[in-house]
């Protein structure tokens, strides 16, 4: 500042000062209203042109963002969202109500894999919303054990079991919980 008081501000457009992150710039995918059922997932049997339940069209309109790093479950929900309830056969996966957005019929049909497979389709970097809310540190280490080890294990072994031969290779995981946030029943 001046001895007058006025400040001067020099603006240099064309100077570089340092490199943004572009994991700043990340997106995320959350069990709300009708962003993932059916905004990117329809089914496997569904008319709109899908890969493997994953909607073309949605795939196709992302992509070109470059997205650099995709969160899910999202925030809310994953205080409810237990993994285990998103692998294996769909038909087998057990429903669940959405507690956070309304109470809407939670079917697990998108779970870890589909995630991974939705991930892949935009070229972007997966990032995992642990629950701590209502699960535990336990569960969330689970998880990272059945996403990224490679070695012989019974998550690693169910992974397999569950068409993921090879590690997904998560580097972003989140602990995820809403302090004072009470579960509805």
């Excluded at 009708?34 to 709109?48: A, D, F, M």
């Excluded at 890969?51 to 809310?76: E, F, K, S």
């Excluded at 990224?148 to 072994?157: E, H, I, T, V, Y």
Aim: charge should be negative; charged fraction near 20%.
């Amino acid at each position: 500042m001046s001895q007058s008081g006025v400040a001067k501000v020099v603006v240099a457009p064309r100077e570089e000062i340092a490199t943004v992150s572009p994991y700043l710039h990340g997106h995320f995918a959350e069990h709300l209203g009708e962003l993932v059922y059916p905004g990117v997932w329809v089914g496997t049997e569904s008319k709109i042109p899908n890969t493997d339940g994953i909607r073309n069209d949605v795939v196709d309109a992302l992509r070109p963002l470059g997205i650099p790093v995709l969160r899910w479950p999202g925030g809310c929900f994953a205080d409810h969202y237990h993994w285990k309830d998103g692998i294996g056969p769909r038909e087998s996966r057990p429903g669940r109500l959405n507690f956070s957005w309304g109470r809407a019929e939670e079917t697990n049909h998108f779970g870890t894999h589909e995630f991974m497979a939705f991930a892949r389709a935009l070229g972007t970097e997966p990032y995992f919303a642990g629950n701590v809310g209502s699960g535990t540190v336990a569960e969330l280490r689970d998880w990272v054990e059945y996403c990224n080890f490679a070695g012989k294990s019974a998550l690693a072994d169910e992974r397999r079991a569950n068409g993921a031969a090879e590690p997904f290779g998560v580097s972003y995981w989140e602990s995820a919980t809403k302090i004072g946030a009470a579960a509805e029943t």
